[in-house]
Each structure stands twice: as C-alpha cells, then as structure tokens.
C-alpha cells in the first residue's frame, strides 16, 4: 500500500521547484502538463497524460517516489475531451478516473512508495482552500485530501517558498502529530520526503529482494 501525498497551491508558489534536491533514482516526475521542469534537471520525467500510461508507470519506476505533476490537468484534459458531451455522466466518469488512480496506487503499489499528487487550489463555497478539480463529484463524493495523511500547500511570503504543514482552520493542509513542528517548513520536497520516511519508518531506496537459488543433488 503506497503513501499519497498531496502537494497543492496556485500556480508560480513553488510546487514543481520543490523537487529540485531530488538525485536521478531517487524520485520520477509523470508531467501531465508536459512542461519544461523549473530548475536543471536530471531526474527521468516521463510526458504523459494518460491514466492507463500512468499507472504503468507507476508500477514500473524503481524510484521510490513519485510525483505527478499537475494532477489537475488529467481534470481538465478529460473535461475537454468530453466537452461536446451533454448531461452529468461526463462528470461522474471524471470523477470515476481520478478515485481509481487513487485506490490504485493504495492497493496496487508497494508500501515503500510514495505518490505526490501536486494540483492547483481553489476556494469553495464555504470559503475553504481546497485541491482543485472540475465539477463537484470529486469534491463531494470522493474529497481527495481524505486519501491522504499528508497535504502539503506552498505558500510564498517575502519572496521565500514554504511547505504549510498545519491547517489554519480555512485550507485542507495536515500532517501527522509531531512530524513538522513548525507551521511552515522549506520548500524542499526532498527534505519533506526523508522526514516523512523516517516517520513512517519507510526505506530511503527500494528494497532489494534476495533471490534464493535452488541447488539440484545428484543421485
């Protein structure tokens, strides 16, 4: 069962910068948006947009983390794929798309990995920040934070780049009891990652599995 971390904010407030302390083999980047990466780069970054592809992907990377970045834009690439279509099925086969990939990540990765769902933010009607999607199904069906442990939201305050860890009663940013005790951390996904191993008590590096050989005797 792998992690899902969720790493939300508005465009320009650090999300994809944060991987920048990321070596080659330690994290993958699925880009849904297809964009160059902020920073120099040498991490495998794989262009895709398509849920089959990337749970492929997914099961295939030997890193141990992976990010998908924007998740957001699988929304509105489906949206717009269905946009000549009438009527609410459209909405619920979104929905449908985005809740599999969650549970499978949940229930087809092993427990060493962790998957960053990094997407934009939006307000709703109550006034709350939240992951922002298309349509209310996600929002009240699903609530994709609720998938996860750890939600992250980057912030920007006098030119410096933030994680929030804590909620501030008006976001759906947490964290578990004692893992961040200040109220904004580095922006540093990497930084963010090895404590969250250490936490959970998860490995740094994929585990290496030990091959028995079978010996054959000769009568």
Request: glycine letters at 6%; a neutral charge.
């Amino acid at each position: 069962m792998a992690s899902i971390v969720m790493v939300i904010g508005q465009s320009g407030t650090g999300k994809s910068t944060s991987l920048r302390n990321f070596k080659k083999g330690e994290c993958s980047v699925i880009n849904v948006s297809k964009k160059p990466m902020p920073f120099p780069c040498d991490l495998n970054v794989a262009n895709v947009g398509n849920y089959d592809t990337i749970k492929t992907l997914l099961q295939k990377t030997e890193a141990p983390s992976i990010v998908i970045d924007d998740c957001t834009y699988l929304l509105v690439n489906e949206y717009m794929s269905k946009a000549d279509e009438r009527g609410y099925d459209k909405y619920t086969a979104m929905a449908k798309s985005f809740w599999d990939l969650l549970n499978f990540c949940i229930n087809d990765l092993p427990d060493w990995k962790i998957v960053y769902f990094m997407g934009h933010t939006e307000k709703g009607d109550d006034g709350r920040e939240h992951f922002k999607t298309v349509g209310k199904m996600l929002d009240n069906t699903v609530v994709c934070e609720g998938y996860c442990t750890v939600v992250f939201k980057t912030v920007v305050e006098d030119g410096k780049y933030y994680f929030c860890t804590h909620n501030n009663g008006y976001d759906t940013v947490k964290t578990p009891l004692g893992m961040f005790e200040a109220d904004r951390i580095d922006n540093d996904l990497k930084a963010a990652d090895v404590r969250m191993r250490e936490y959970f008590k998860l490995p740094l590096k994929a585990p290496v599995e030990n091959k028995k050989t079978e010996t054959k005797e000769n009568k």
